[in-house]
């Protein structure tokens, strides 16, 4: 076999799909499978990993476009205990996964949900447009993606902050300091917890809120905050594992 | 002592509203005299938005007699180090001799 290329067995473990569905897509053109001698199909590495953006693709359409795109139902939340039962179901699988550690399904889980959590807490009768989340989340690609609509991260802390003027300072207070968007509520642990998770652990945070982009590596390592190439609507959020 | 076991709440609890909705529902069966412990036993993952809520709730209603019983349940060990240090009140008490006790058990 080529380097750089897998037969549809593998391909299909890879995409966390059955072989048949495979087949259904090379049909349908959806994702296109190259032939070895007329007979075995195989799939360039380099194709399957370009599919597996697709979840991002899509979030960052969610997050980013001036008219909301259509989104495929099971990819959006509208309301919060649509989020909570599938962050839920997304736990229980990340479980029975069998090759992932009870630690990092909880922590995964508890990073997912948290950030989830928050566009609706601080979005509720605020949304500018659509309500609700974009969320998808594929075990096999070890991708988890979140991204909503809402006022974004500056504008939630500016309530309470009215100096902060930049989405890189909101990053900043948002992942460091305790501070609550709905002060005097005592609320606004979460970020921290999340940063001190993903710093600690084999899971990378992209969080990107206006201009702003936190970014943490997958291995362990210090959370970066700098300015984007582009403007994200609410926030952005894609977790690697 | 009267014990909590949040499985009964489900085993991936997320939201500051559904841990206020967890506290209401279980506080007919509590004594706000007698004091609490909270079983984290087969439960996946608690947020700490769902846990600052809950603990709270619980430790207004009955003066601050709350414990964690120690656990290895990796999202409560995440998120009681950052309670402890944003919270001046009951929630911070409980935490802090939760952490305590774990670390006097290792």
């Known amino acids: 076999m080529n380097a750089g290329k897998v037969r549809i067995g593998e391909a299909a473990k890879i995409l966390n799909v059955s072989v048949q569905t495979l087949r259904n897509w090379e049909k349908s053109g959806k994702l296109r499978a ?15 990993n370009s599919f ?134 005592k609320r606004g642990n979460g970020l921290k917890v999340v940063r001190n998770v993903v710093e600690s652990k084999e899971i990378g945070l992209l969080f990107r809120s206006g201009i702003g982009l936190v970014n943490i590596p997958t291995g362990p390592g210090l959370m970066h905050i700098k300015m984007a190439d582009g403007n994200v609507r609410g926030t952005y959020v894609v977790i690697l594992f | 002592m009267q014990t909590i076991q949040l499985k009964k709440f489900g085993s991936v609890l997320v939201s500051r509203p559904a841990g206020l909705e967890a506290f209401n529902a279980i506080r007919p069966q509590l004594n706000p005299d007698v004091p609490i412990q909270i079983d984290f036993d087969e439960v996946l993952t608690v947020t700490p938005s769902w846990l600052d ?52 058990l290792e």
């Not at chain 1, 809402?150 to 989405?167: E, F, H, I, S, W």
Request: hydrophobic content about 40%; aromatic content about 8%; glycine content about 6%.
């Open chain 1, 34 to 48: 190259e032939r070895s001698g007329g007979k075995h199909r195989y799939y360039a590495l380099r194709d399957l």
């Open chain 1, 52 to 185: 597996a953006l697709d979840l991002q693709m899509l979030g960052l359409a969610w997050a980013t476009s001036a008219m909301p795109p259509a989104l495929p139902s099971e990819y959006y939340c509208e309301r919060p205990d649509r989020f909570t039962s599938r962050v839920a179901k997304m736990g229980i699988e990340l479980q029975k996964t069998g090759h992932l550690s009870e630690e990092l399904a909880s922590l995964l889980t508890l990073v997912a949900a948290e950030i989830g959590d928050n566009s609706f807490a601080h979005n509720v009768g605020n949304w500018p447009d659509v309500p609700g989340i974009f969320y998808a989340y594929d075990i096999a690609k070890r991708v988890i993606v979140l991204a909503d609509r809402g006022r974004g991260v500056k504008a939630t802390l500016q309530q309470v902050r009215p100096n902060l003027t930049t989405d890189v300072d909101a990053l900043r207070v948002a992942f460091t300091e305790i501070v609550s968007g709905r002060d005097p509520e």
């Open chain 2, 53 to 104: 809520e809950f603990l709270t709730q619980l430790t207004d209603y009955n003066g601050g007699k709350v414990d964690l019983l120690p656990t290895n349940n990796a999202s409560v060990l995440a998120a009681l180090p950052v309670l402890g240090e944003a919270r001046k009140d009951f929630v911070a008490a409980t935490v802090l001799r939760a952490i305590k006790r774990m670390k006097d």
